[in-house]
């Protein structure tokens, strides 16, 4: 089963404003280039599922009239491939590998942006997983998502 990539963003610094790309260079030293998290570490990179996104903003009552994926404050946005819910699967998006460390846990500052986010992405690992680069590349929108 393979999916794409369909959603890049990074920030420069805490709390910053979410800068969308077209393409990125992802480093095992750096990360996502230019984002804040780049550090080598088990959350240099956090990937979500536009599936999981979508069904959680679903969920919020009365239901937001636009949800961008950016509120999720996510590097990457795939869809049409179910994320791993393992901690040690890898992952692949065009020439990178990563490897899942974990569940993205939905903090408080989901609800400033969109009141009721947080409890709607924290069933079934809807908020994303967060990830170590094994393998790094440069990666565009329209790249394929699989299992690696």
């Not at 079934?124 to 699989?146: E, M, N, P, S, Y």
Request: aromatic share 2%.
């Amino acid at each position: 089963m393979t999916g794409r990539l369909i959603g890049i963003a990074r920030r420069a610094r805490p709390r910053a404003a979410m800068e969308t790309l077209d393409q990125v260079e992802i480093t095992a030293t750096a990360g996502v280039a230019g984002d804040i998290r780049g550090r080598p570490g088990k959350r240099q990179v956090t990937v979500l599922a536009a599936e999981g996104f979508a069904a959680a903003v679903a969920e919020i009552a009365p239901p937001p009239a636009h949800a961008p994926w950016t509120l999720r404050r996510a590097n990457l946005l795939v869809e049409g491939i179910a994320l791993p819910r393992t901690v040690g699967a890898r992952v692949a998006i065009g020439p990178v590998v990563l490897e899942v460390t974990g569940e993205t846990d939905p903090c408080s500052r989901m609800d400033a942006q969109l009141p009721g986010l947080t409890r709607a992405l924290t069933p079934d690992w809807r908020g994303g997983v967060t990830c170590r680069v094994l393998q790094g590349g440069a990666i565009a929108l329209g790249d394929t998502v699989a299992p690696a």
